[in-house]
């Protein structure tokens, strides 16, 4: 069974913290994806990666970094948490090819709220 | 900006109707569009994909594209209070690496 987890389903942190957000895939995924959704505004997209070691900016990047040093693995780096950076976080995996090509895997999502 | 749009909602409908849910795209060069279901709480899990104009049905579940229209729909028939969710429409972009999502329609099955 595909399984995509996240380090936290709850965190709190002060304006100004680093703040670091896990994702880990145990699928051999090639892409890995950073969203935050929003009440209205749906998933929009922070960060992906369709390697180790490679990134590629979403449509909303700014005050956020990424780190994909392993290929399970994909790091949502918040580096001065910001009260309007409260929000749901929600990591997603997918294969470049297979009998459902790019259908995503939605890890559990991480509820950040910034103080 | 590429975007996906649909109606917030909330659509009711009584159990056992149909309930159509739609969405448009911007980007006349999307080849794949997802239908997800998330639950209050939940991560969105996907319900169906399409990649040919027409209608592909999956049990209670039809979904239709008209690539002309820019236009994807969803319909479920003999609506259950357990189909009570938001409905995320997605499009696969840039030859596949990236996603837009619509904002998600919001349906209740009343009982």
């Known amino acids: 069974d595909v399984k995509v987890t996240q380090s936290s389903r709850y965190l709190v942190k002060r304006t100004g913290e680093k703040v670091f957000l896990e994702c880990v895939q145990d699928?051999?995924?090639?892409?890995m994806f950073w969203y935050r959704q929003d009440p209205g505004l749906g998933l929009r997209l922070i960060y992906f990666?369709?390697?180790?070691?490679?990134?590629e900016k979403g449509d909303i990047p700014e005050g956020y970094s990424v780190s994909r040093e392993k290929k399970e693995r994909f790091s949502l780096i918040l580096e001065s948490a910001s009260t309007n950076q409260t929000s749901m976080y929600l990591c997603?995996?997918?294969?470049?090819?297979?009998?459902?090509?790019?259908?995503?895997?939605f890890g559990p999502g991480t509820r950040l709220t910034v103080t | 900006q590429k975007e996906v749009e649909q109606n917030s909602g909330p659509l009711s409908v009584p159990e056992g109707a149909i309930a159509s849910l739609n969405c448009t795209y911007s980007?006349?060069?999307?080849?794949?569009f997802f239908w997800y279901r998330q639950y209050s709480g939940k991560s969105p899990e996907l319900i169906m994909f399409?990649?040919?104009?027409g209608d592909k049905e999956d049990g209670r579940f039809t979904a239709q594209l008209n690539k002309a229209s820019q236009y994807v729909s969803l319909l479920i028939r003999d609506s259950q209070p357990s189909d009570s969710a938001t409905y995320l429409c997605?499009?696969?972009?840039?030859?596949?690496?990236?996603?837009?999502f619509g904002p998600g329609t919001r349906l209740s099955v009343l009982p």
């Open positions: 997603a995996s997918n294969d470049r090819a297979g009998v459902s090509p790019y259908e995503q895997y």
């Open positions: 699928m051999d995924h090639e892409n």
């Open positions: 990666s369709y390697d180790v070691k490679m990134k």
């Open positions: 980007d006349r060069g999307s080849q794949s």
């Open positions: 399409i990649y040919s104009n």
């Open positions: 997605a499009v696969n972009v840039d030859y596949g690496q990236n996603f837009v």
